[in-house]
């Protein structure tokens, strides 16, 4: 069965200091898809990237990038040069294309950047 | 550009009241779901659907019950609140067809309370 692992439940840093944030998952299906969330503390779900198991590329949006590593079953996110406006809750998910394409999410891990 | 429309955002309910949430999407999305998220905790799939006429069942079904009449609503009903239903609900959809999924759609989640 399909599942996502996140197993920092809570993290913290000081501002400006860089940080990662694991996701493993588990799939047995060919073709899938990864996302990330974000849950600021207002509450709102913001969607970050999609990424097709078939795209390896990893993937920089600003001070965000995401490392995808099919060999470890991982899609980690890095933010570069965090800021108090990242604190939230980030939330890893999978849907698979052939199997079950629901999305299933892990548990999360909250950010808190310290000023 | 509505996208996913959740009622109502926020409910107080009495212990044996029933209650129906209602979610819209208008994406002609095929795939909807409902999540619930406790405090501090991850996102629980509660049932979800994949397309009109068939639901089924996720992570956390019991207490809750769902219909799909039409592509675009999935009203979550509750029976007999309990406090341990106390949680806010979060309305999704997404898209797939073949291979190609897309991310989840989220609607702004209502807060319910159960006292």
């Known amino acids: 069965a399909q599942k996502v692992t996140q197993a920092q439940t809570e993290i913290s840093v000081v501002e400006k200091e860089d940080v990662t944030l694991d996701c493993v998952y588990e799939t047995r299906d060919t073709t899938y898809y990864l996302f990330w969330y974000k849950q600021p503390p207002s509450g709102e779900l913001v969607f970050l990237i999609r990424r097709n198991s078939f795209d390896e590329q990893n993937e920089i949006s600003g001070r965000y990038s995401w490392n995808f590593q099919k060999s470890t079953s991982s899609f980690n996110f890095t933010i570069t040069a965090s800021q108090v406006v990242d604190s939230a809750v980030y939330f890893c998910?999978?849907?698979?294309?052939?199997?079950?394409?629901?999305?299933?999410f892990g548990k999360g891990t909250r950010l808190h950047i310290l000023p | 550009n509505a996208g996913v429309t959740q009622t109502p955002k926020f409910r107080i309910l009495k212990i044996g009241q029933s209650m129906t949430l209602q979610c819209t999407q208008d994406m002609n999305h095929n795939y909807m779901y409902w999540y619930r998220q406790d405090p501090g905790m991850g996102l629980k799939l509660i049932y979800y659907?994949?397309?009109?006429?068939?639901?089924d069942k996720g992570e956390v079904p019991n207490g809750y019950n769902v219909s799909r009449s039409t592509t675009e609503d999935f009203p979550l009903r509750l029976e007999l609140a309990a406090p341990s239903q106390t949680s806010v609900y979060f309305c999704a959809s997404s898209y797939t067809e073949g291979t190609l999924n897309t991310e989840a759609f989220f609607g702004q989640g209502t807060r319910l309370t159960v006292v």
């Open positions: 998910a999978l849907s698979e294309a052939y199997r079950d394409d629901k999305i299933i």
């Open positions: 659907s994949v397309g009109a006429g068939i639901t």
